[in-house]
């Protein structure tokens, strides 16, 4: 009996294919993600910063004050900026979680249909086999029974 072959193996190739590609995608906006959320504690950090640095002077001139206003209004811009990329890259991420769960129900699938066509060909196989041993023997037995009357 010829060997297994599966012929939608390039397909099945193409979904894994397309499955580690939608897996790095995401890894790739895990990352900025992460990258975006320590921006956001650094942000955070500085501007706490600056409230304790500013709170530990006693007398603060005006124009110093008037810095730490601004430098600390910027940082607060620059907050509420990473907020909002942060909150798109979410929206991104979602729709890439889509997409890979999309790309893992196709893959498994086309597997679950060679898992099938497996099946189907070891059963065969087995048929095959079964049916050469039977003839296998009952050659062998036609040969006794031959050889006995011969003889007997």
């Given at each position: 009996?010829?060997?297994?072959?599966?012929r939608?193996e390039?397909?099945?190739k193409l979904?894994?294919y397309?499955?580690?590609q939608e897996?790095q995608?995401?890894?790739e906006?895990l990352?900025?993600?992460?990258?975006?959320?320590e921006q956001?504690?650094?942000?955070?950090?500085?501007?706490d910063?600056?409230f304790?640095?500013?709170?530990?002077?006693?007398?603060?001139?005006?124009y110093?004050?008037?810095?730490y206003?601004?430098?600390i209004?910027?940082?607060?811009?620059?907050?509420?900026?990473?907020?909002?990329?942060?909150?798109?890259?979410e929206?991104?991420?979602a729709?890439?979680?889509?997409?890979?769960?999309?790309?893992?129900?196709?893959?498994?699938?086309a597997?679950?249909?060679?898992e099938?066509r497996?099946?189907?060909?070891?059963?065969?196989r087995?048929?095959a086999e079964?049916?050469?041993?039977?003839?296998l023997?009952?050659q062998k037995?036609a040969?006794?029974?031959s050889r006995r009357?011969?003889d007997?």
């Amino acid at each position: 009996m010829k060997r297994f072959s599966f012929r939608l193996e390039p397909y099945l190739k193409l979904c894994r294919y397309r499955e580690e590609q939608e897996k790095q995608a995401l890894m790739e906006l895990l990352a900025q993600r992460r990258r975006l959320e320590e921006q956001l504690t650094a942000l955070r950090a500085e501007i706490d910063r600056l409230f304790t640095d500013m709170s530990g002077k006693r007398e603060l001139p005006a124009y110093e004050a008037g810095w730490y206003r601004a430098r600390i209004s910027r940082l607060e811009l620059g907050v509420q900026e990473t907020l909002g990329r942060l909150d798109r890259l979410e929206e991104a991420v979602a729709q890439q979680r889509r997409r890979l769960i999309e790309a893992r129900k196709e893959k498994k699938v086309a597997e679950r249909l060679r898992e099938r066509r497996w099946i189907s060909y070891q059963s065969a196989r087995d048929v095959a086999e079964q049916r050469e041993m039977d003839d296998l023997f009952s050659q062998k037995y036609a040969q006794e029974l031959s050889r006995r009357r011969r003889d007997g």
